[in-house]
């Protein structure tokens, strides 16, 4: 069964507007989240990570927000470029260890 | 660094034929992951080593898949018979010490 739930499978989104993209989980023991981005071709690269006793964490135009009580987090892509158009997954393991993915979000960004 | 490498890129294989996959990990690292990527089931992990030594292969999907990894600078995954349902993008990935894990490019494998 898929440990992480993802959404949505895909979106598109102008130049410079802001993707959303969001996950959720049930298992509780569960203390370090990273999001990965994949380019076609290409294997899955980290681009952020978060663990559950921070609630925001920014890197550049990526942000990841995190709610413990609600089992969610998502990733936040602020002034969205082409050159994100990309596949992200959200992730989520014990201690950084064995990773459970979710089911990949397809960004598009139009120019 | 050169990062991960895996080889071949791409294979193309008749059903019941042997397939085996490489992979090199970032020196160093000691920890290795074995993944599966398809459009129906995603991102699944199949095993992973910690110092060479086979951790959790729970993901392996049946015994016709076989992994190892005989010393820190070389994994093998191996499938026998291949069958059409293993065709699929295999990576590997390694990591030291815990969370970030370093992908390789992967193995596009089609079972004919």
């Known amino acids: 069964q898929q440990q992480v739930k993802q959404s949505p499978q895909s979106l598109i989104v102008q130049k410079g507007g802001i993707s959303i993209i969001n996950c959720a989980y049930e298992?509780?023991?569960?203390?370090?989240f990273p999001w990965y981005q994949q380019f076609p071709g290409k294997g899955p690269a980290l681009l952020i990570a978060?663990?559950?006793?921070?609630s925001e964490k920014k890197e550049g135009r990526f942000t990841i927000s995190f709610n413990k009580s609600a089992k969610q987090f998502s990733l936040h892509i602020m002034d969205s470029q082409p050159g994100d158009s990309a596949t992200y997954f959200c992730a989520a393991s014990i201690s950084g260890y064995k990773l459970s993915f979710g089911a990949g979000t397809t960004v598009t960004v139009r120019a | 660094d050169a990062g991960v490498i895996q080889s071949p890129r791409h294979e193309v294989t008749e059903m019941g034929q042997e397939v085996t996959l490489r992979c090199k990990p970032i020196s160093g690292h000691d920890y290795l992951f074995w993944y599966r990527q398809t459009m129906m089931r995603g991102l699944e992990l199949l095993i992973y080593?910690?110092?060479?030594?086979?951790?959790?292969d729970s993901g392996m999907p049946e015994d016709r898949f076989s992994a190892k990894m005989p010393n820190a600078s070389f994994s093998t995954l191996k499938i026998q018979p291949s069958e059409p349902r293993d065709s699929a993008v295999y990576f590997c990935?390694?990591?030291?010490?815990?969370?970030?894990?370093?992908f390789g490019p992967g193995t596009r494998l089609l079972v004919l």
């Open positions: 990935a390694s990591r030291q010490g815990p969370e970030t894990q370093y």
């Open positions: 298992n509780t023991a569960f203390d370090y």
């Open positions: 080593f910690n110092n060479n030594v086979p951790i959790d």
């Open positions: 978060i663990r559950p006793d921070v």
